[in-house]
């Protein structure tokens, strides 16, 4: 739910990242309101948190992208790159590419992530990008333009290409990449 004129928004999470969101002694959840510029109210029972936007709008949606985060299972301090300035945050869901009942999505995980965390290290490289695998979504927090070839990463490997080929693909991106970042910075 979502109101516009109050600036008032509420996300469910998960009930097992709620800890994570309030963080030690409240520190998370202030960390947040700082940033922000809003308050925030967690429903610890249901697992939804109602974000009270202040004076500034964009910021009251970049905080619900934060909260989305963690709840994603991103650490806090990788979710609060989000308020850098054109960071994004790209939620995959993985239901889409399996039958209800199947080990499909699990198989998905495991592509993904690749033996020891290898997959999603060598993608979170070469893209200068964050990326969590939690239930049965993917998540990526970067810059946008390294999300779109981490995104497209992930999805090559969600269609069942080669670890090998992926690799190729985004060893060749890479300074497309940073010719895009400068290109980006100065204009």
């Not at 939804?48 to 004076?55: A, C, F, K, R």
């Not at 495991?110 to 939690?134: A, C, D, H, N, Q």
């Amino acid at each position: 739910m979502v109101e516009i004129g109050g600036q008032l928004i509420v996300v469910k999470i998960p009930r097992d990242r709620v800890a994570v969101l309030i963080g030690r002694d409240g520190a998370t959840k202030e960390a947040i309101e700082r940033a922000g510029d809003v308050r925030i109210h967690v429903d610890s029972r249901e697992g939804e948190v109602t974000i009270e936007g202040g004076s500034d709008p964009l910021k009251a949606v970049i905080s619900e992208s934060v909260v989305q985060a963690i709840g994603r299972g991103f650490n806090p301090s990788k979710a609060m790159y989000l308020f850098n300035e054109n960071w994004q945050l790209i939620i995959i869901s993985l239901r889409e590419f399996a039958r209800p009942g199947s080990r499909r999505i699990e198989e998905l995980r495991g592509r993904i992530i690749g033996r020891e965390g290898k997959t999603r290290r060598i993608i979170e490289e070469l893209t200068s990008t964050f990326i969590s695998v939690y239930g049965d979504t993917v998540s990526i927090i970067g810059d946008y333009i390294s999300v779109q070839y981490s995104k497209e990463a992930v999805e090559m490997l969600i269609n069942g290409r080669r670890h090998r080929t992926v690799y190729r693909f985004l060893e060749q991106k890479v300074g497309e990449l940073k010719a895009r970042r400068i290109e980006e910075t100065f204009g």
